[in-house]
């Protein structure tokens, strides 16, 4: 598995707090079978070489562990606009956390330069963002060139609320969702990503899962475009099973 957000580098922002809290992360990633992390902290963090210092010493404390962490910020939208680009592993995909802005055709056209430059956008958590918008948001993805819609593995789970949990799982059944991915801020985040993993299992296709925790983020890393398949329905005992844990 790859995990694509990830605020594990620590001592950088409002995720792992030090080295200790990093290790634990990782010890969880590692047990988990979580190959590859992207240490994706927030953009307004990324002052000078603090994102750089940062990177490297959780790259090297990740590799005891066997654990590969590539670079990438998390980008609010005016970060993103304006500063130095770090896309996920360097592969031409940019992490944006579009916060209160709508997701509408203004928006993406301040973004299609971004295209012109080789870069992709995978939107962060949007059914956090939009949920009672949240496939009509999905839809303006169209618009710009390459982009596709991250997940939270949390959401899955209810941890932001049946609100949320709704819009997550309407954009998985509608094909809506690339890829899912942690936000975790500490070793519980991580154990979340896991336990989604397994929930899905139990509704989907293990082909499914793996393109949405495995194949989807490494094809992003390598420049190239997500699968997209629209899932097949759930049949009337796993819509049931569902409604029942949500």
Not at 33 to 48: D, F, L, N, R
Not at 80 to 101: I, V
Not at 121 to 138: C, D, F, G, K, V
């Amino acid at each position: 598995m790859i995990d694509l957000h990830s605020h594990l580098a620590y001592g950088f922002d409002d995720g792992a707090a030090d080295r200790e809290v990093c290790c634990r992360m990782l010890e969880a990633y590692a047990a988990g079978g979580v190959a590859a992390v992207c240490a994706t902290g927030h953009s307004a963090a990324a002052e000078g070489s603090r994102y750089e210092d940062a990177f490297a010493a959780t790259a090297e404390l990740a590799a005891g562990f066997g654990v590969k962490v590539l670079p990438g910020l998390e980008y609010a939208l005016t970060d993103l606009l304006a500063e130095q680009k770090y896309p996920l592993g360097d592969g031409g995909c940019l992490l944006l956390d579009t916060a209160l802005f709508p997701v509408d055709t203004a928006l993406v056209n301040k973004l299609m330069p971004l295209s012109g430059q080789g870069f992709s956008i995978l939107w962060a958590h949007p059914e956090r963002l939009h949920p009672n918008s949240i496939l009509r948001t999905a839809a303006q993805y169209d618009l710009l060139r390459g982009s596709a819609c991250q997940v939270n593995a949390g959401s899955f789970l209810g941890r932001y609320g049946r609100e949320v949990a709704d819009a997550a799982w309407k954009l998985l059944q509608a094909g809506r969702c690339a890829v899912i991915a942690s936000d975790a801020h500490d070793a519980a985040g991580v154990e979340m990503f896991l336990r989604a993993k397994r929930k899905l299992d139990e509704f989907y296709p293990p082909e499914l899962t793996d393109m949405w925790f495995a194949r989807n983020p490494a094809r992003l890393l390598a420049g190239k475009a997500p699968e997209r398949p629209t899932p097949p329905p759930l049949s009337w005992s796993k819509r049931w099973k569902l409604r029942l844990g949500r």
